[in-house]
């Protein structure tokens, strides 16, 4: 791409972004409500990596069933909210992860052996 491409494609998407559609929706509960969201998921994502036996099966279950939920309503509502949508599918998919966690390590042998072990 050239430069003289490059200038203008910023110069295009500086002029967008200053747009009346655009402030308008940045100041929108349409915009706000899912990038406040985003901290359930993103909590999700970096939970992956602690231990286990800190993950609550009822919270996850219900944190997955909200999303899914939710999912549906941000494609039902006029126009579109594929920000929310993309959230709700990002905490499902993180929440069935640590789900997934959730139940091996409650089937575990190595659960099963600590606290055999502590019940000596």
Not at 47 to 52: A, F, G, S
Not at 108 to 118: E, P
Request: a positive charge; one cysteine or more.
């Amino acid at each position: 791409m050239s430069q003289k491409k490059a200038a203008a494609l910023g110069q295009k998407i500086v002029e967008n972004l200053k747009s009346k559609e655009m402030r308008e929706y940045f100041m929108s509960t349409h915009f706000w409500g899912p990038v406040a969201n985003w901290g359930i998921p993103l909590a999700a994502i970096a939970d992956i990596r602690n231990d286990p036996k800190y993950i609550s099966g009822k919270m996850t279950l219900a944190l997955t069933v909200y999303s899914a939920v939710f999912m549906r309503f941000a494609l039902k509502v006029k126009p579109r909210n594929m920000l929310l949508f993309a959230c709700h599918v990002t905490n499902a998919t993180a929440q069935t992860v640590q789900g997934v966690r959730y139940i091996k390590y409650q089937f575990s042998a190595d659960k099963k052996a600590a606290a055999l072990s502590a019940a000596i």
